[in-house]
């Protein structure tokens, strides 16, 4: 997936509207899917035998698919790659810009949300992939946890 605006403009941060379109990028990036229920996303480990998910620090999340929980470059990873260099770069660029105005602040907790949102979504598909039936089987988190006692 290319940029809906090209990265050596946004780079440069001179643009007298960059604030704007970074935020119309967002708007547009929001409504890709990331992932879907019938195409897993493809881990090069196997989530069964390595744990449960745990999340990265900040700074290491700034370095996309890497550690453990890397992707493999199947085509089914692809939207959530690209979604994911793509915050990241402009998280970068706008740390470089070095702006301190309420619109740097407010584009910088966006951007870092976004990250959060795809890092839920990667812990999601880990997590389902590590039950007993794999990728095959779906299922549904209710959030909801009961223990059984046998008597």
């Known amino acids: 997936m290319r940029s809906i605006i090209t990265s050596e403009p946004l780079l440069g941060g001179n643009h007298p509207n960059w604030f ?23 881990f090069i480990n196997p989530s069964a ?31 959530f790659l690209s979604i994911k260099q793509r915050v990241v770069e402009l998280i970068k660029s706008l740390a470089m810009r070095m702006v301190d105005s309420d619109d740097a602040v407010d584009l910088t907790n966006r951007l870092k949300e976004k990250l959060q949102h795809l890092l839920a979504e990667k812990d999601s598909q880990w997590s389902q992939q590590r039950g007993p039936q794999g990728v095959n089987f779906i299922y549904v988190n209710t959030g909801v946890f009961s223990k059984v006692y046998f008597v």
């Open 20 to 42: 704007k379109i970074v935020n119309d990028e967002l708007d547009f990036l929001d409504e890709l899917p990331v992932t879907s229920l019938m195409h897993p996303l493809v």
């Open 49 to 79: 035998q390595n744990g449960n998910f745990i999340w990265p620090d900040e700074e290491d999340e700034y370095i996309p698919n890497s550690g453990l929980y890397s992707l493999t470059g199947h085509r089914y990873n692809h939207a």
